[in-house]
């Protein structure tokens, strides 16, 4: 079983993964989502939220866009990261497993913090 949790704003994929609303968490085996749960982002610290979601036993980011620093910490943890995704996250997850995901892996290299 995997874990896959998206950056996510009403749903959908977020452009910036430290600033999105939720975590949408999908429980998956082979190609088949089991379960989905929506986690708040409990807020953008820097390194906070890649060892959250390792520590929520994630084994799959998605989202539009994520720092360096961010992507180097989950690197570390062994999280697969993948970036450039858009459109509705359960929809993208089942892209995902499909192996039909179209997504470019850009690293956001501008943050205004």
């Known amino acids: 079983m995997r874990k896959i949790a998206v950056a996510s704003d009403n749903k959908t994929v977020c452009g910036h993964f430290g600033h999105c609303e939720s975590f949408e968490i999908f ?3 082979g190609t088949t989502i089991l379960k989905e749960e929506s986690v708040a982002n409990p807020g953008h610290k820097p390194g906070f939220l890649p ?19 961010a992507v180097d910490i989950f690197n ?11 459109g ?26």
């Open 27 to 29: 429980e998956t085996e």
């Open 51 to 69: 060892n959250f979601l390792h520590d929520a036993g994630v084994n799959v980011i998605v989202s539009g866009g994520m720092g360096g620093g």
């Open 76 to 86: 570390e943890h062994g999280i697969e990261v993948v970036l450039g995704a858009q």
């Open 88 to 113: 509705n996250s359960r929809a993208v997850v089942q892209a995902y497993l499909d192996g039909t995901l179209e997504a470019d892996g850009s690293v956001c290299s501008e943050h205004n913090h």
